[in-house]
Nanobody
Framework: QVQLVESGGGSVQAGGSLRLSCITS????????MAWFRQAPGKEREGVAG????????DYDDSVKGRFTISRDNSKNAMYLQMNSLKSEDTARYFC????????????????????WGQGTQVTVSS
């Protein structure tokens, strides 16, 4: 069974940076797409960024374009989210997720499309 473990969260001031990591283990051969989601208290889980594990195509939510960068190192079974120019509204618990099929550009952020989730890592941005 595929397992995902996130790390790298923490508390930073607005304008600061953090780098999240997601390490995968288990039978990952069937994983073709991974993504970062976040969920703030009282809000629905939302897609932040996604990446194909093969071609490296990426997707971003408009709220993070130009500030966040998703990347993957297949040799390390790792996915990363570099977060720059953080804002207070970025405060949330961040989850990595994996799926077998590659979604189209309009459905990559659908929570139900992902079969495997990590436990999350908390990001808190103070203004």
């Amino acid at each position: 069974q595929v397992q995902l473990v996130e790390s790298g969260g923490g508390s930073v001031q607005a304008g600061g940076s953090l780098r999240l990591s997601c390490i995968t283990s288990g039978p990952t051969n069937n994983i073709n797409y991974m993504a970062w989601f976040r969920q703030a208290p009282g809000k629905e889980r939302e897609g932040v960024a996604g990446i194909s594990t093969t071609g490296g195509n990426t997707d971003y939510d408009d709220s993070v374009k130009g500030r966040f960068t998703i990347s993957r190192d297949n040799s390390k079974n790792a996915m990363y989210l570099q977060m720059n120019s953080l804002k207070s509204e970025d405060t949330a618990r961040y989850f990595c997720a994996a799926r077998i099929s590659i979604p189209n550009s309009s459905s990559w952020r659908r929570v139900g499309g992902f079969s495997t989730w990590g436990q999350g890592t908390q990001v808190t941005v103070s203004s």
